[in-house]
């Protein structure tokens, strides 16, 4: 069965650092979303990319982040100067149009030392 | 946000029961609305989802349904399974493809 992957499993970085989280969607489908889950709380939504552009983004989605489709298999979120609060789970989703549901992949650790 | 609520954080039931999880929302707006259950080091794994039109949705085991007047959804397992223990997800979206506002979980225990 197809299903999103995601590198890496975990990333440990110092506070001020940039980090690249990469997502490989699967192949036919369209809509790409972030997620995160801070330890303890729930999963919230980050952004929605489709066609190039993103389509939709929450609050916590500011001038730190940002999102790339740099080829046709990737879809990448950079936190450009990471702090303590962006410790948590990410989650990357694509979407195929038509279909019932998103589907996720296992996601990846993020630890802001 | 508390748009999505799962008031259960557990739910502890023995092997073979039926396990009952609830969900409420406050939005109106909302169209539709997922469960996904998540192991541990996992991502969240779709289990089944229904449209605002129907009261009802069903597939093998699990039946979720939908009191649209109460603002209120829920997830019927029968009968459950020990491999059925994980946390359980309500989502809700304003149509297919859109942005997923997700409830606190429930941690369901199925004892054998």
């Known amino acids: 069965e197809p299903e999103v992957t995601q590198t890496p499993s975990h990333q440990v970085t110092q506070m001020g650092q940039e980090v690249i989280l990469r997502c490989v969607p699967i192949?036919?489908?369209?809509?790409f979303y972030w997620y995160r889950q801070i330890l303890g709380q729930k999963v919230e939504f980050l952004v929605s990319?489709?066609?190039?552009?993103?389509?939709?983004k929450s609050e916590i989605f500011d001038d730190q982040f940002s999102v790339e489709r740099p080829d046709g298999s990737n879809f990448t979120l950079k936190i450009r100067s990471t702090k303590l609060e962006d410790s948590a789970m990410y989650f990357c989703?694509?979407?195929?149009?038509?279909?019932?549901?998103?589907?996720f992949g296992p996601g990846t650790r993020l630890t802001v030392t | 946000d508390q748009q999505v609520k799962q008031n259960s954080p557990s739910l502890s039931v023995q092997e073979g029961r039926i396990s009952i999880l609830n969900c409420d929302y406050t939005?109106?707006?909302?169209?539709?609305f997922l469960w996904y259950k998540k192991y541990p080091a996992e991502g969240p794994t779709f289990l089944i989802s229904i449209s605002s039109i129907k009261d009802k949705n069903e597939d093998g085991r699990f039946t979720v349904f939908l009191n649209k007047s109460a603002k209120h959804l829920s997830l019927h397992i029968v009968p459950s399974q020990p491999g059925d223990s994980a946390v359980y997800f309500c989502?809700?979206?304003w149509g297919y493809g859109n942005k997923l506002v997700f409830g606190a979980g429930t941690i369901l225990r199925v004892k054998s």
């Open positions: 192949s036919n489908h369209l809509y």
């Open positions: 989502a809700a979206s």
């Open positions: 939005n109106s707006m909302f169209d539709y």
């Open positions: 989703a694509s979407y195929l149009e038509g279909g019932d549901e998103q589907y």
């Open positions: 990319f489709y066609n190039n552009e993103i389509s939709e």
